[in-house]
């Protein structure tokens, strides 16, 4: 990929220094030309520096800039930069503009500077108080903040709602301890089952900033690796931040921590712990008692001072895609970072995401993997089982077990207990080739076809609403579709009866299980909530695979062979008996990618077929969806890229009365439509900026209650 086709937002088309530039860039947007200093009500202000740079916390994109405030007397030695504030806004404080003198409510907000001279040439409106000396929001902080606005089309003040916590006064009134000396440079341990395991820790240890993408073996040693590169880093006298999934993780890379470094020189953040105490532990690391801190997505803008390494771990789980607005994901928060601080970048996972290979691809990071000998000694032994089987066996076809999985279970309890991974219901199901199973996609743009409702004819493309009444395979030439399978069995049930004298476990939303003991046992459980086995699981079965293989997602291969090697990877070596039977299609792509343990394979296939047909990552695409009259308005005066490329709109599902809502859905009982935006790469800064632009106009007219939502990036484009 050539440098003049490279995206400058992403480490992986452009580089830090591209990326560095676009976060300088967008703290320059804030700045404003200055005039002369003015006093507020003849009061007494502050002698120097006497205006308040302040940004409010309104979360609205036309009120996304800075407002100046004189700098009272009184509050002149607590007003430093980074200090949370109160100001008087709304009506009132719009005299600071339009020269109104009454009324304005409170509203919190965060001094960003102070300033010898305002821009505005009437009265500045005074700072109402000081909420804490403590100085929270570092510069540091604040141009992450703004980067991942910008990126993301988002505000400021929303950004800094996910990155410092709220306050608790009793936790800024301790003190943090003192810090502790570096650590020594931990051994390579299990990291020299890796190709270039050692060189890295040399490296963070030696105080570099390599950057890698990491294909973990199978097994529980990836926890202690993360914590050895940790404290690797910690070695050179910088700090550390690692971000996982969700708190099971946590606990584990917290005890390897602990283990590996004793108490005291990490701090654990997530969004489960208390506001107080979770408030304290940030603290510690802002005011630099601890250098090293793991967490979940809650922790990707951890104030960690001297950054020498940022690491994620599964960067394809949905936990690390935020929810609240602008919805950013952590992997591109850490590469902002790594950008930013120019530190030491680890992605790590059993499986390989299609944005992880082109971080490889575009060679921004190197592959940090094992040898195909290593990778064949820590996987077990992984079976498949196909249509034909299950139509040669009536019995088995009933229970949805064939008699090769009966045969695996039975085996399996003789040594230890066995996995049953059961997708989750409620996957919207969309056609497929009835003789290959290749998803059917859209001549014009690729979309996923779908049957149209009322029993109409034809088909009709969820992205771009043009419909298809000639379809043919353009892999296997069939003309024939099928529905693609939809929801799971009641397994459970079915696996208790078959084997009454087995304790049946199960792990889920309601209750997820952290480990379960080795004796034998029956464990049931949904993608992601697999409890880790003492001693590892002697077999696992991997039911329903077109389930997850038939989700109406762009990610659907991908995103299966990421949830089944996560479950395989739990279960023992095949030289110790290990066995993994997978129930789908052997022929598929993701299947074979599973047999061979070939994830990183897998993933670069998926990105080149991406690339040839515009798909994300290498293009930038946005959503914006909404009423149909309001999509339509938006998208005509939205001054989009000239090398926009507008899919649709066409309708969302309607979400029913007590449903759970989705991120990007309508509410319930609205119809809405949504348009997909694609740009090339090297457009996606663009594109954000008119989005944010047109939405910001929008909300300054008034207009913006019809209700469009703007998602740059969604996961779910389908």
């Known amino acids: 990929m050539s440098s003049e086709n490279e995206d400058p937002e992403r480490p992986a088309e452009a580089g830090p220094p591209e990326q560095l530039a676009l976060i300088r860039e967008s703290v320059r947007k804030a700045e404003v030309p200055r005039a002369k200093p003015r006093t507020w009500r003849g009061a007494a202000l502050a002698e ?28 002149d030695a607590d007003a430093q930069p980074g200090v949370r504030v109160r100001v008087r806004f709304g009506a009132g404080r719009h005299r600071v503009r339009d020269g109104r003198r009454e009324g304005g409510g409170l509203i919190d907000g965060f001094l960003v500077e102070r ?28 141009g992450l903040a703004r980067a991942v606005a910008d990126r993301y089309a988002g505000s400021l003040a929303d950004v800094l709602q996910l990155a410092v916590p709220p306050r608790s006064a009793r936790a800024e009134q301790r003190a943090s301890a003192e810090p502790l000396p570096p650590p020594a440079a931990p ?21 570099g900033a390599p950057r890698a993408v990491w294909n973990a073996l199978p097994g529980p040693e990836w926890s202690d690796e993360l914590a050895r590169a940790v404290a690797a880093t910690l070695a050179s006298g910088r700090g550390a931040l690692v971000v ?39 603290l510690a690391v802002r005011r630099g008692a601890v250098r090293a801190v793991v967490g979940t997505r ?130 919207v199901p969309r056609m497929a080739c009835a003789n290959c199973r290749a998803p059917a996609r859209c001549r014009h743009c690729a979309g996923p076809l779908e049957a149209q409702e009322s029993g109409a004819a034809g088909l009709r493309c969820g992205w771009c609403a043009r419909e298809e009444n000639a379809w043919h395979c353009p892999e296997c030439g069939g003309f024939r579709l099928r529905a693609q399978v939809v929801g799971a069995r009641r397994t459970a049930e079915e ?43 002697a077999a696992a079965l991997l039911l329903d695979g077109w389930a997850m293989l038939g989700r109406p997602d762009l990610r659907a291969g991908e995103d299966a062979l990421r949830r089944w090697i996560a479950a395989a990877a739990l279960v023992r070596p095949q030289g110790a008996g290990g066995t993994v039977v997978a129930l789908a299609e052997p022929t598929l792509r993701p299947v074979q990618a599973l047999v061979r343990w070939d994830p990183v394979g897998h993933a670069v296939r998926e990105l080149g077929e991406r690339a040839e047909l515009g798909f994300p990552p290498v293009s930038r695409m946005a959503a914006v969806s909404g009423p149909a009259e309001a999509v339509t308005e938006f998208l005509r005066t939205a001054e989009l890229p000239r090398e926009a ?10 979400t029913g009365a007590g449903q759970p809502r989705r991120v990007g859905a309508p509410p319930p009982g609205e119809h809405w439509q949504r348009a997909l935006v694609r740009v090339p790469p090297g457009s996606g800064a663009a594109l954000a900026a008119a989005l944010k632009a047109a939405q910001a106009a929008r909300m300054a007219k008034g207009t913006a209650e019809a209700g469009v939502r703007v998602r740059i990036d969604p996961p779910d484009i389908g």
């Open 115 to 142: 300033l010898a001279e305002s821009d505005y040439s009437g009265p500045l409106a005074a700072l109402a108080q000081v909420v804490s000396p403590e100085r929270v929001l570092s510069e540091e902080l604040l």
């Open 187 to 207: 051994e390579a341990g299990s990291w020299a089952r890796y190709e270039r395991g050692g060189a890295f820790l040399e490296a963070l240890a030696s105080g």
């Open 244 to 282: 996982v999934p969700d708190g099971r993780a946590v606990a584990r890379v917290d005890a390897a921590l602990t283990s590996l470094l004793g108490e005291g020189r990490h701090a654990v953040l997530t969004a489960d712990a208390g506001p107080e105490k979770r408030y304290r532990e940030w």
């Open 645 to 654: 490329e507008v899919l649709g709109p066409v309708p969302l599902p309607v």
């Open 48 to 75: 120097e520096l006497p205006v308040a740079r302040v940004l409010v916390d309104k979360g609205v994109l036309h009120l996304d800039r800075y407002f100046d405030y004189a700098v009272p007397a009184e509050l």
């Open 495 to 537: 696996l208790g009866r078959a084997f009454p004298a087995v304790p049946v476990r199960t792990s889920g939303r309601e209750q997820v299980l952290d480990t379960v003991p080795g004796a034998p046992a029956l464990v049931v459980s949904t993608p992601g909530a697999e409890p880790v086995a003492e001693g590892g699981y």
């Open 298 to 427: 809650a922790a990707m803008f951890a104030p960690v001072q001297d950054l020498g390494l940022v690491a994620i771990w599964d960067d394809g789980d949905d936990s690390h895609s935020e929810q609240h607005a602008p919805q950013p994901h952590a992997r591109e928060v850490l590469l902002l970072r790594a950008a930013q601080d120019k530190c030491a970048f680890l992605l790590g996972s059993w499986s390989c995401t299609v944005e992880a290979a082109q971080l490889v691809e575009s060679g921004w990071a190197r592959p940090l993997v094992a040898g195909r000998e290593q990778v064949r000694a820590a996987a077990p032994l992984v079976r498949t089982v196909g249509d034909t089987d299950l139509a040669r066996d009536e019995a088995a076809r009933a229970a949805r077990l064939p008699t090769l999985a009966w045969q695996v279970v039975r085996e399996g309890l003789r040594h230890g207990p066995v996995l049953v991974q059961v997708p989750r219901r409620g996957y």
